[in-house]
């Protein structure tokens, strides 16, 4: 089955860009979506098909998606963007609904 | 605004049953898909099943396959999750959220996300 691979942490110093990356085989040939899960909160979708934003999300939140690697980047990071982001995509097998094993943003 | 609201948690032993309930609002419910994903403490997203609008399509993960059933009531803006034969495993806080993809060539609606989701509701499976 398709597997997604997230570092399981990235930290930034506040003002600054991260970069979260989610890995997959031919990843640039799928959709992928993206979620931040703020400490006990549900998940919000940040990003989706690759680099769509929904309203409300701030334009420093962006995603782009090539060869074997999706990035969700984070530009002039805030405090208040500490949290865990997933990767998400459809596969056509068995679980259509894949999500990568997170990724926790810790702003120095 | 759109808003899920689950409830139906609890703490349950071993070979027991739940039923979960999300009740929607803000936004009319039988034009989309449902989905309940799932979340071990401290672990990441786990999709458990969806269903169709009408709900007469409905898949599963492999590992709640047989013992979980999805369905929904649109006249009461309401999907549910009855879990069986629940496992040590299946300890996890529940999500509803509504999916968004499109129709493919063969009238598929595929390439789910994730644009709503409810606060989620605690299952315990301990003894």
């Known amino acids: 089955s398709y597997v997604l691979t997230q570092p399981p942490s990235v930290s930034v110093a506040p003002g600054k860009t991260a970069r979260i990356t989610c890995g997959g085989d031919n990843i640039g040939n799928k959709s992928v979506h993206w979620y931040q899960q703020k400490a006990g909160q549900a998940p919000v979708l940040v990003i989706y098909y690759d680099l769509d934003r929904p309203s409300g999300i701030p334009e420093r939140f962006s995603g782009s998606n090539s060869g074997n690697t999706a990035t969700l980047t984070i530009s002039r990071v805030e405090a208040g963007d500490e949290a865990d982001y997933y990767c998400q995509v459809w596969d056509s097998s068995s679980d259509p609904v894949l999500f990568g094993g997170g990724t926790k943003l810790t702003v120095l | 605004q759109v808003q899920l609201v689950e409830s139906g948690g609890g703490l349950v032993k071993p070979g027991g049953s739940l039923r979960l309930s999300c009740a929607a609002s803000?936004?009319?419910?039988?034009?989309?898909?449902m989905t309940w994903i799932r979340q071990a403490p401290g672990k990441d997203l786990e999709w458990v099943s969806y269903?169709?609008?009408?709900?007469?399509?409905?898949y599963y993960a492999d590992s709640v396959k047989g013992r979980f059933t999805i369905s929904r009531d649109n006249a009461e803006n309401s999907l549910f999750l009855q879990i069986n034969s629940l496992r040590a495993e299946d300890t996890a806080v529940y999500f509803c959220?509504?999916?968004?993809?499109?129709?493919?060539?063969?009238?598929?609606?595929?390439?789910?996300?994730?644009?709503?989701w409810g606060q989620g509701t605690l299952v315990t499976v301990s003894s």
């Open positions: 803000g936004f009319i419910f039988s034009g989309y898909y």
């Open positions: 959220a509504r999916a968004l993809g499109y129709y493919d060539s063969s009238g598929f609606y595929q390439q789910h996300y994730f644009d709503s």
């Open positions: 269903i169709s609008s009408s709900g007469d399509i409905i």
